[in-house]
């Protein structure tokens, strides 16, 4: 039996170290994208194009939380609205209690993790199999929307944070310096908060895919048997992640409750239940770009059609769903750098084939002229 350090020398080492410098070259490119983002985009957008600009990045946070558990853990969650609804109720509900967002702020990460931590326990350890796991999940985000939505009457409050039913709760308390109530988050500032928290996501993801913990994670996905017989306990992987991708989603919801100031039961619905997975499934499962390119492109997409009454979005939406899983199955970011790889290798290619033909053309120069110069046998003579 193959123990995991042969496992990992399974691949030749050259070939290893292209593909992890080409990798980290990648992700060195896309930090740097980023940041340039970070600089100049609140110096050179309106107000309202700046708000626009936050809650594409807050929802990308979202849709990254789902490819990293769908597109490297093998999980199809239908449940990740439900982390993100729990990030934006919990932070609602304590910072109103509370006051200081920075405690608030902090249970909008760990209540959607140790909820999905628990669920998932259930889940993996109860041996169930991936229909299970989506239909469960999907139940989840159902009853969690109808136990909110049945909140309306005045008695349904939480200390002195009123649940406010299908009406959602407004007014909520935007975030402050820690310690510090009155020194509260501008626009500018929760933009730069949530693209850097988006970086900061993209990067600690990137990390934890190239340690060991990340590849025994995609190796569950690709062979959970196998991965048991090298003896890694894979229950324990999937449900890190899970719990992993719903700190995540409870992070963009927190940074969303905070861009509108309100947040109501649709945040749980079905609608962004299938967005969610509409996002990844454009932009390319297996990829952390992908989810990012895809969310930014239907949103913008369908805030385009929004501003017509001809087209219905969601049946623009379906449509794009269909001719993506036909035409582009995997997305648009592995497509694209497929595409680039090809004319890479087709540029490598004619540079090899025009040396070699330089090659050839000077060899036979240099025969020619020795041709030319070699004395004759009766100038030898």
């Known amino acids: 039996m193959n123990s995991p ?22 992700a060195a490119l896309t930090l740097a994208i980023g940041v340039l983002m970070l600089i100049m ?11 626009q600009a936050t809650v594409y990045a807050v929802m990308a946070i979202l849709a990254v939380s789902l490819g990293f558990v769908w597109g490297f853990g093998g999980i199809l969650c239908f449940g990740q609205s439900a982390f993100f609804g729990l990030g934006a109720y919990t932070y609602a509900i304590a910072v109103t209690n509370v006051g200081d967002s920075t405690v608030p702020f902090i249970l909008a990460i760990v209540l959607p993790a140790a909820f999905a931590a628990v669920l998932g326990y259930l889940i993996f350890y109860g041996r169930l199999s991936d229909v299970y796991m989506g239909v469960i999940t999907l139940t ?41 109530v009155d020194d509260v988050i501008s626009p500018r500032g929760l ?11 993209y990067l600690l993801l990137r990390v934890l895919l190239a340690l060991k913990m990340g590849r025994v994670i995609v190796a569950s996905k690709e062979n959970e048997q196998r991965l048991l017989l090298l003896g890694y306990d894979s229950r324990a992987y999937k449900l890190f992640t899970f719990a992993l991708g719903a700190a995540i989603a409870g992070l963009s919801g927190c940074l969303f409750a905070n861009w509108g100031a309100f947040t109501s039961p649709t945040v749980f619905g079905l609608a962004q239940s299938a967005q969610i997975i509409i996002w990844v499934i454009v932009g390319g499962l297996g990829t952390l770009v992908g989810p990012v390119v895809g969310c930014v492109a239907i ?37 694209v750098g497929e595409i680039g790889m090809r004319l890479a290798a087709l540029v490598r290619r004619g540079r090899k084939v025009s040396g070699a033909a330089h090659a050839a053309a000077g060899a036979s120069h240099d025969e020619a002229r020795s041709n030319t110069h070699r004395p004759s046998h009766e100038e030898t003579a």
């Open 5 to 26: 350090a042969n496992a990992n020398r399974a691949m030749p080492v050259p070939d290893a170290l292209s593909r992890f410098s080409r990798s980290w070259k990648s």
């Open 41 to 51: 985009l609140p110096r050179v957008l309106d107000d309202f194009a700046l708000v």
């Open 140 to 180: 989840v985000t159902l009853i969690l929307f109808n136990t909110v939505n049945s909140t309306a009457g005045p008695e349904w409050t939480i200390g002195h944070a009123p649940l406010g039913g299908f009406n959602g709760i407004p007014n909520i308390a935007p975030l402050n310096m820690p310690g510090n």
């Open 191 to 201: 933009f730069e908060l949530s693209l850097g928290a988006l970086l900061g996501v």
């Open 299 to 335: 949103q913008w997409l369908t805030a385009q059609i929004g501003t017509q009454q001809t087209i219905n979005s969601n049946l623009v939406l379906g449509a794009i769903l269909v001719v993506f899983v036909l035409m582009v199955p995997k997305g648009i970011v592995p497509a």
